[in-house]
């Protein structure tokens, strides 16, 4: 018999919670979910006040057993699933199942999994608390109804297979605005003019800004060579003066701890990597590392969070390391950071380290290369975030030649501050030449350059979820899924980091905008957001929020039956002839990929072989890699959802091996010369001979 029986999600934090708590603890994984909604049915009774219709998760039979068999043999049970309103609800449905009382103080909660911060729970358990669970089950409920009352609708007025989610919609719909602004702009001309210069050593350009008219200098926008042409020739490049020197004493303060959404958004940016991928790196860090002496253990706080605050004891670390590397003159006496939105849960603290004495360097042989990365990027935004703010002295010149002004400005740093150690932007100091009032200086040459504007740039994923988070769109728990969602239902691709709706994307939207934009636009979507944030401080009933939800919805879905079919998609009309009857053979989506089949159906119902399917998922669209051959019947490899995605490649690709160095799939290279096993991307230098091996 156990005395306490501690229950979690994953296997791996089960293992590291284990190490923790010692012999008088038995820590078992319930490996996510165990009871839901059926994924077979709706599974909500709408007549019956939207009472959800749970059911014990498929597969998990022997599981629920194991955890009703420890239960019996345990004197004490604590639920320490994640601490957010998905854990919530999971630590709910197990104690349904195990028969617990639900004001019993059963819970634990933790937000990083240290010693310290595991036995604290456990002296602190409470009681499961029923708002989080049912703003989580009114989540569940929203979207269960938005996507089994969308879908056959789709399904008709679209293609067979479509689906649509709540939040995915008014996403996609951002998108699809972002790209119909990109499509719809008109570049316009315009030319820059500059001086170059070179004054005491120091090279540096001067820009063209306006002219004096009655005593005031007036900005002037050159639309054309012609208009370029006579600002260079009045412009006496021998002769420039020094109209005015101003100097400004500056300063740029630390960015506060990561969130979610910016941790997302600057993994996106310095790192390459995509949001769901932050995820999951993040989630190893969270739920355990192996590093040495110390065993398992977990290096950072909870990922899924909208705080910015961190502990005082994380505070005193920080200073504490800062001042023995770097001095005391970087130290502040601790910087402290409001919280980021106002339904932040005040419990949750930013994305940090469990210790800053655990550096990215006294780790790092026991890390991969990515959660190396991740973590260092983790650790020094902390620790950048109670240093000093950086100084620095900025400077504009005014210049004038014969009555054309022209402006230059520089920067120099006066003090580092936390950039010694982390800055999110590529600021460098600008130097200028000491220049007073009056000065005369020359240029070496006027250069005129024609520009064009450019449109609003496509969305990356880190641009897309701080739009989000902007709007109020979804939760720091679900911008990686929604962007996932988008990519595996082909709505959206992502080329080069760009996102860009594909043409079934833009006809989805177009329908969904034609019918249902009042619940799929963003304020209907945000003030939604706030209702289940409502629900988690019991200030509403979850089941009166999707009552009057549905009672909105329910009007545009009566109306939607009755829309024209304009948004059919046609299928994909091939070269190649059906063996059978002559007619043209087409490509078919069906709700579990495309398939090559007679035009002639259904009076012809020949299908074509089902596709050779490598098992790895393309980088680009997320769709299968499948073998092809070309027109000179040469066997190569491309993605399935061709020609919306154009992603193709000679080697072969493996399945379930993964690049050691970056994480991206391995293809196998056979010739005469080599037979090797390398990664698929080019920049990558990775590579297992597999002639060695053998």
Known sequence: MYKNLVIVESPT???????????????????GHIRDLPKSKMGIDIDNNFEPEYINVRGKASKIKELKELYKNSKNVYLATDPDREGEAISWHIAYLLGLDVNEKNRI????????SIKESIKNSRKIDMNLVNSQQARRVLDRLVGYKLSPILWKKIKSGLSAGR????????????????????????WKIEGI???????????????????????????????????????????????????????????????????????????????????????????????G???????ISYMRTDSTRISSEIVAEAIEYIIENYGKNYATRGNEYNLKKKNSQGAHEGVRPSSIFRSPEKIKSYLTANQYRLYKLIWERTVASQMKAESYESTQ?????NNCIYKLNGRYTLFDGFSKIYTSSDIKDEPLPKLEVKDVIDAEKIEKSQHFTKPVANFTEASLVKKLEENGIGRPSTYASIINSLTSRFYILIENKKIIPTELGKNVNKFLVSNFETIINEKFTMEMEEKLDEIAENKKDWKKVISDFYAVFETFLKKSEGDSDDYKIKDEVLDEKCPQCGKNLVVKKAKFGKFIGCSGFPDCNYIKKEVK??????PKCGGRIIEKISKKRKVFYGCENYPECDYAIWDKPIADKNCEKCGKFLVEVKNRFKHALKCSDENCDFEIDLKKKK
């Open 613 to 618: 399917d490598t098992g790895v998922k393309c």
């Open 13 to 31: 934090k089960a293992k590291t919670v284990s190490k923790m708590l010692g012999s008088d603890y038995k820590v078992v994984a319930s490996i």
């Open 397 to 401: 010149i005014v210049l004038n030649s």
């Open 293 to 299: 002496k110390e065993g398992s253990v977990g290096l």
């Open 167 to 190: 939040v995915q919609s008014a996403t996609l719909k951002i998108i699809c605005e972002r790209q119909e602004e990109i499509d719809n702009f008109v570049p316009e001309e315009f």
């Open 109 to 116: 909660e933790f937000h990083e999994i240290t010693k310290k």
């Open 197 to 291: 210069h070179n004054v005491q050593n120091i090279e540096f350009k001067s820009l063209y800004y306006g002219e004096y008219k009655n005593k005031k200098v007036v900005k002037r926008d050159i639309k054309t060579e012609k208009e370029a042409l006579e600002v260079v020739e009045k412009t006496d490049k021998d002769n420039f003066i020094v109209e005015d020197v101003k100097k400004v004493k500056k300063e740029r303060k630390p960015q506060p701890p990561f969130t979610t959404s910016t941790l997302q958004q600057e993994a996106g940016r310095k790192l390459g990597f995509s949001s769901s991928m932050t995820m999951s790196i993040a989630q190893q860090l969270y739920e355990g590392i192996n590093v």
